[in-house]
């Protein structure tokens, strides 16, 4: 991990050369934390080798405990609410995940699996085990049955407000390691820290928030970091861990769309730009088909995983790849002319053949109505479609475009070290830094669409900047460190840490030592590499490697150096700030201040348990939907409709008995056998968002079904 | 033009059956297996053509399981090539280990999903 003194001069260049054929490990080019004491005195190589095996222990040793803080730095943060009110589970989606959780703790997972809950959605009741992404509430239970095992009693309802802030440590890990196979572990490090940090992730995965996200982001860039190892290491070991990962992708969020999206997108744009190389077969054909398997393996994939135009893609790359796949070979086994014949036979005869079935193919596609998506899919890729169609998504107010402001507070300092992060990645360009590239452009394209999905936009960001930042300040500290007086400043300076820009002009670096090198790059954190490394540099050291660094004025990168400091400073600042205030609320509780100091408004829960004590267990209770789920959770009475908005009908007969008067409301609610009514009113304090607020989407929910609620009526200057 | 192309055909199956010739015969062993494993992909694709798709997830485990193992053994074939510089130093004991481990865990999910 030290950028040791000899090994960056002769280490080959990273693949900007197309094609290249060296099996080489990313992990072994050094380009990481520059060591102040750097200057390797050539006295005698033994010393030196020991110095190197020092100062690599020592890297690594920093290095790991720089990851146990970060890891403690990303679960703390998230334990505001925990302080500032209680251990409590927040919002509205974590109940329905806790009730599940409960269940499954106390009955098993066979009962979880065949659970028919018949508790919400009255009349029709709803199938858990097919329609849930049962990722989440397994690792929690896992937790739980674990610790409790170990004779460690924590509830279930500790075990899961804990998950979140346990599963954004592992995450800004699992950061690191996908940024180290792009760009070396100081790049790694910063952007771990990072991500530990930004506040659109802490917005979705604070302690108490137990949605599918707290999981799925770890999840997501763990996937990402295996098929990017994979890509870089052609082993089929890594191909199968990441087909796994991707398992547990797909059994904890429904973005996992993203990902069998994205690295066929990935795959395309290398086989385009003439990067085909056999690893690219290895990383991605087994993926796709164990990933087919084990995504229908999960009920509520099921046979979508292969019938569903969102997985199509991932299809149409597999046989694309095939297909380049056997070209390559051809053409390696032929002689030149045999393959202009063989190209031209095939071109003519192939094209008709490949002509028909894309005709069927969008035949097929076309006949459907949706042609094959399904509808949260298509409100991501027409922005305007679920407005038009499908108003109940469009309602939900984490469905709606951010602001521009919204970036800045999400991503804070991130937003404009990207474009920096994105410079740096093309240079040199590699299979790992373009697809890092091709994540941040698809996510910042989805964050537009819809304000929940910054929530994938922020590892990318944060892996970006880290790379911006690491860049940064490697040229600035040696820039520093290279007019530092009394220091030799000549062409020895190949000694140093080698900038990756200046390590390409050196491509005609001596052969002899490349061929020598990709032999000794399995084992390449051993340091006997290194010290056999110390031996040969004397005889390589015969020609002067004029190497050209870049190194800025000594003033100049002492200031930028304080800048950078202190802007990594506001941003830990804002970020501080973002979970103390803006992200913490646990949203069942309200706090409000007035004259007389600080009030506590404990409102839901009392209603819950007013509920929960006054009314016979078989009652049921209708509200809109926003409060099916603690409904459920709380008061353990059954609701009409929940936050599953499944039903769209169902919805819209609450919503219409909402907006009717009383007699024709009366009728509706005793059709469905209801016995209490739940409504929402903040008059009294002006809170925002009661069922007041709420109203015109009942009746519009309502009157996209039943036709006689029209919404100007209920409109006071309906004629404007 | 036609008799031309119909020449090069020949040709080029000749040159294309002389340079498949010259393969080791390990390699020649793993495409013969590819070739069954598609093989039996396609007999089961008729078959389910011929009797309808009534257990879905039989017809999808036994195709993709397959589909699966050719995969994997291609991946095998590529990483025991001699002529692949880029697995050079890759021993081809710890590729068929890597397989075997890939294929494991492909038909423990295939036998799961099989019904």
């Not at chain 1, 000899?6 to 992990?27: A, D, I, M």
């Not at chain 1, 800004?172 to 910063?190: F, Q």
């Not at chain 1, 069927?360 to 922005?383: F, H, N």
């Not at chain 1, 007035?594 to 509920?611: C, K, N, P, Q, T």
Request: with cysteine.
């Amino acid at each position: 991990m030290t950028s040791t003194a000899s090994s960056n001069s002769k280490l080959p260049p990273k693949t900007s050369v197309p094609q290249s054929t060296q099996y080489h490990r990313l992990h072994s080019l050094n380009w990481t934390i520059n060591w102040p004491s750097m200057a390797a005195p050539e006295s005698s190589t033994a010393t030196t080798a020991v110095n190197n095996t020092l100062r690599h222990a020592f890297g690594n040793v920093l290095s790991f405990f720089i990851l146990l803080l970060i890891g403690v730095l990303a679960f703390s943060i998230r334990l505001f609410s925990v302080i500032k009110y209680e251990s409590v589970i927040h919002e509205f989606d974590p109940y329905f995940n806790y009730r599940v959780t409960q269940f499954l703790s106390k009955n098993g997972i066979y009962e979880f699996w065949n659970w028919f809950d018949d508790r919400t959605w009255y009349p029709l009741g709803r199938v858990i085990g097919g329609t849930v992404y049962p990722g989440l509430t397994l690792t929690a239970g896992t937790i739980w049955w674990f610790l409790n095992s170990l004779n460690i009693p924590l509830s279930v309802e500790t075990v899961c407000v804990f998950t979140a802030p346990i599963f954004s440590a592992f995450a800004s890990w699992a950061t690191y390691l996908l940024t180290k196979e792009v760009k070396g572990s100081g790049a790694g490090l910063t952007a771990a820290a990072l991500l530990a940090m930004v506040p659109s992730y802490i917005s979705r995965s604070v302690a108490g928030s137990y949605d599918n996200e707290a999981v799925a982001i770890f999840a997501l860039i763990f996937t990402f970091y295996l098929y990017i190892k994979t890509l870089n290491m052609g082993s089929l070991f890594y191909a199968t861990l990441n087909a796994l990962s991707y398992f547990y992708m797909v059994c904890s969020w429904g973005g996992y769309t993203f990902i069998i999206n994205l690295i066929p997108m990935h795959v395309l744009l290398c086989i385009v730009t003439g990067r085909y190389c056999p690893r690219l077969y290895i990383a991605y054909a087994p993926l796709v088909v164990l990933g087919t398997v084990l995504a229908a393996l999960v009920p509520i994939v099921g046979f979508n995983a292969v019938m569903t135009s969102e997985h199509f893609a991932s299809f149409l790359v597999f046989i694309v790849i095939h297909v380049v796949a056997l070209v390559y070979y051809i053409k390696g086994i032929l002689s030149p002319k045999m393959f202009k014949v063989a190209v031209t036979l095939v071109v003519s005869a192939g094209l008709a053949v490949c002509c028909a079935m894309m005709a069927v193919l969008i035949a097929l596609v076309a006949s459907s109505p949706t042609k094959g998506w399904s509808g949260r899919s298509l409100s991501l890729l027409d922005p305007t479609y679920a407005s038009k169609y499908i108003p109940i998504i469009a309602s939900v107010s984490e469905h709606q475009p951010p602001t521009w402001p919204s970036y800045f507070m999400d991503i804070n300092v991130l937003a404009f070290l990207v474009p920096a992060g994105i410079i740096a990645c093309f240079s040199p360009l590699s299979d790992a830094s373009s697809f890092v590239v091709l994540y941040i452009v698809t996510s910042v394209y989805f964050s537009g669409v819809m304000v929940r999905l910054m929530l994938v936009l922020a590892p990318a960001a944060c892996i970006l900047s880290g790379i911006a930042l690491s860049q940064a300040f490697d040229v600035l500290a040696r820039s520093i460190k290279f007019q530092l007086p009394g220091f030799p400043t000549n062409s020895e300076v190949d000694a140093g840490d080698s900038n990756p820009i200046t390590v390409e002009a050196k491509n005609n670096a001596p052969k002899t030592d490349k061929t020598g090198e990709p032999s000794k790059d399995r084992p390449s954190r051993k340091n006997k590499k290194k010290g056999k490394e110390q031996a040969e540099r004397p005889s390589v050291k015969g020609k002067p490697e004029k190497k050209r660094l870049l190194v800025l004025p000594m003033g100049a990168s002492i200031l930028a150096l304080l800048l950078l400091v202190l802007l990594s400073a506001f941003y830990v600042v804002h970020s501080v700030w973002a979970a103390a205030e803006a992200y913490s609320a646990p949203s069942i509780v309200l706090t409000s201040y007035s004259h007389d100091g600080l009030h506590v408004f404990d409102d839901f829960r009392e209603a819950y348990a007013w509920l929960s004590h006054n009314t016979d267990v078989d009652h049921k209770v209708a509200s809109w939907w926003d409060y099916g789920y603690q409904t459920t959770a709380m008061a353990n009475r059954t609701v009409i409709v929940d936050n599953n908005t499944w039903n769209n009908t169902h919805i819209a007969t609450v919503g219409t008995a909402m907006s009717s008067p009383e007699k024709a409301a009366w009728e509706i609610f005793n059709s469905l056998d209801v016995k209490y009514v739940l409504v929402v009113f903040g008059g009294l304090v002006g809170y925002p968002s009661d069922d007041i607020n709420k109203f015109l989407w009942m009746v519009r929910i309502g009157g996209g079904v039943f036709p006689h609620i029209k919404e100007p009526d209920y409109l006071v200057n309906s004629f404007l | 033009m036609a008799r031309s192309s119909g020449k090069d055909a020949q040709a080029l199956f000749q040159s294309l059956c002389t340079a498949y010739a010259a393969t080791p015969t390990n390699l020649k062993i793993i495409d013969l297996y590819v070739g069954f494993a598609v093989l039996t992909a396609l007999i089961q694709v008729v078959y389910m053509a011929l009797v309808g798709s009534f257990p879905f997830n039989s017809f999808l485990s036994g195709v993709l399981s397959c589909v699966g193992t050719a995969v994997l053994a291609v991946c095998l074939r590529i990483q025991v090539n001699k002529e692949n510089k880029e697995f050079k130093d890759l021993a081809p004991e710890r590729a068929f280990a890597d397989f075997v481990l890939c294929n494991l865990v492909l038909h423990l999910v295939i036998m799961n999903f099989l019904g």
